[in-house]
């Protein structure tokens, strides 16, 4: 691996948004080394180097980030040690020298988060803390593209423990834009920036704007808990994940997804995008729907 200086190293650049904000970058000449498990799948963009690498292989991470002056964390994919494999990363990129972490990180994280992953991403937070290393932590709410993928398609029914309580969802790609702005632009470190769309609603809410956008019936069924390990128990899941499933929908119920902030206007200088206005642009993120 060269050892020339890197502007920025970004994670995750098969996913949406390592890849939206490998685009970004790109927009604006700079280079940067797009860090990624398949090559062949990364998107192929001027000035950009690709290099294969996972979290989980230390030295591996250590030589790809050598040189390396900012890096763009994308969170690992789900599993049973995603920790482990995120501490591997933040000490290789302590290891390898790099000067400064922005880590998409999860709105509330916290060690008794109610939703189990967010604890994954304290974790990861207190990490990079105790790095050495500046940063900036990128907490973002539920995606609204996800909204969606909620529904059963079968019936058409977003099933979940969730409440009347609310989510300030926030579109992926307003997302990328602010990790973009935040790399770029001066002031951000030891910030943690709340990452939100501009209103919180309620699952039956969420229904009725699916409903609109595909002129079929959507609703919203609560259930109870020990209701929702009960409908998830057929999937052959492993604990860890159902426990995901269920704690995502139980943070919107308690209220620690519900918070709105001005993040996505503030830094990228335009509105952040609502459910409404994300299904009218993405509206294949209801294809499953109809």
Request: with cysteine; glycine share 10%.
């Amino acid at each position: 691996m060269s050892t020339a200086t890197v502007p920025y190293a970004v994670t995750g650049a098969t996913g949406h948004i390592g890849s939206q904000v490998a685009r970004l970058l790109a927009q604006s000449g700079t280079t940067q080394r797009l860090l990624v498990r398949d090559p062949a799948r990364a998107p192929d963009l001027p000035g950009a180097q690709m290099v294969s690498a996972q979290y989980r292989d230390g030295a591996g991470m250590r030589s790809a980030l050598r040189g390396v002056e900012t890096l763009f964390l994308v969170s690992g994919s789900e599993s049973a040690d995603r920790v482990t494999e995120h501490l591997s990363a933040v000490r290789a990129a302590a290891a390898a020298g790099v000067a400064r972490v922005v880590y998409l990180s999860f709105l509330g994280a916290a060690p008794d988060a109610t939703f189990t992953f967010a604890r994954d991403h304290w974790a990861t937070e207190q990490a990079v803390r105790g790095s050495g290393m500046a940063f900036t932590f990128l907490r973002d709410s539920m995606y609204a593209d996800y909204l969606p993928l909620m529904a059963d398609p079968t019936d058409r029914t977003i099933r979940g423990p969730a409440g009347g309580g609310k989510v300030g969802a926030v579109a992926r790609d307003d997302v990328a834009e602010v990790a973009a702005a935040v790399l770029t632009g001066p002031g951000h470190d030891g910030q943690t920036y709340q990452v939100t769309g501009p209103e919180a609603i309620t699952l039956h809410q969420a229904a009725d704007l699916l409903t609109g956008a595909t002129g079929r019936p959507v609703r919203y069924q609560p259930e109870t808990l020990p209701e929702a390990y009960a409908s998830r128990a057929g999937f052959g899941a492993p604990g860890w994940e159902v426990d995901g499933w269920v704690t995502s929908y139980a943070a919107i119920a308690t209220g620690e997804l519900a918070p709105v902030t001005d993040t996505v206007p503030r830094l990228t200088g335009h509105p952040a995008l609502s459910f409404a206005q994300l299904l009218r642009r993405r509206p294949e993120l209801c294809a499953h729907l109809l």
